[in-house]
C-alpha cells in the first residue's frame, strides 16, 4: 500500500505500534527525548504542561511508536497545524530502533492525520549539524528550502534550551 508516496506494506515492524500519542505517553517520550545525542528541549514548552497544551491543541495528530514487547515508546513525533500548514517537531526514534522503517512509518501517520485535517503542506525544521535527520528527510522525499530565511522571536525568555550531549 502506498501512502504519502511511502510503501507501508514493506515495513519490518511487526511488534512496533503506531499510534496517537496521549498525555499518559508522556514519561515515554521524555526519556526518549533524553536519550538522543544532540537533541535540544524547552524547559517550559517541552514540560508535561506545556506537551498539554500542545496535545489539546493538536488532538490526535502526534505519534507514538511503541515495542509492544518491551511496552517501551521507541519514537515519537510531535505534530500540529495552525488550520493553513502542518508542522513536525521533535522527530525521534531510539537509536537501537532506527533503520527498521519506524521513523517512516510514523511521518505517513502523521501526515494521514494531516490530511484528515485538511492541511495541504507540511514544514519541519531540523538542525543542519543533524546529519542523520537530514540524511532521512531527504531519503523519503522532503525538499529542502533553500529559498527563505528562518527567524525566531523569543517572548519568554524563562524557556530555556537545553541540548542533550
Known amino acids: 500500500m502506498m501512502i504519502c508516496g511511502m510503501d507501508v506494506n514493506n515495513m519490518n515492524t511487526e511488534r512496533i505500534a503506531v499510534r496517537a500519542m496521549t498525555l499518559d505517553d508522556y514519561d515515554g517520550v521524555y526519556n526518549l527525548w533524553c536519550k538522543i545525542s544532540g537533541f535540544a528541549m524547552r524547559s ?10 500542545f496535545l489539546d491543541r493538536n488532538p490526535g495528530i502526534s505519534v ?3 515495542d509492544m514487547e518491551k511496552n517501551k515508546i521507541v519514537g515519537a513525533i510531535l505534530c500540529g ?12 526514534v531510539d537509536e ?3 533503520r527498521m522503517k519506524i521513523g517512516t ?6 501526515m494521514e492525520a494531516l ?4 492541511i495541504s503542506k507540511v ?4 538542525f543542519t549539524q543533524n546529519d542523520i535527520g537530514n540524511a ?5 522525499g522532503w525538499t529542502q528550502r533553500l529559498d527563505l530565511n528562518y527567524y525566531d522571536f523569543v517572548l519568554n525568555t524563562a524557556n530555556i534550551i537545553k541540548f542533550n550531549e
Open 44 to 53: 517550559i514548552d517541552d514540560s508535561r504542561e506545556g506537551v498539554q497544551r
Open 64 to 66: 507514538v511508536a511503541v
Open 115 to 118: 490530511k484528515a485535517e485538511k
Open 81 to 92: 497545524h495552525d488550520g493553513r500548514r502542518g508542522c513536525l517537531y521533535h522527530v525521534c
Open 105 to 110: 512509518k510514523m511521518v505517513v501517520h502523521a
Open 136 to 140: 532521512f528527510w531527504n531519503r523519503i
Open 96 to 98: 537501537e530502533y532506527r
Open 123 to 126: 514544514s519541519l525544521i531540523a
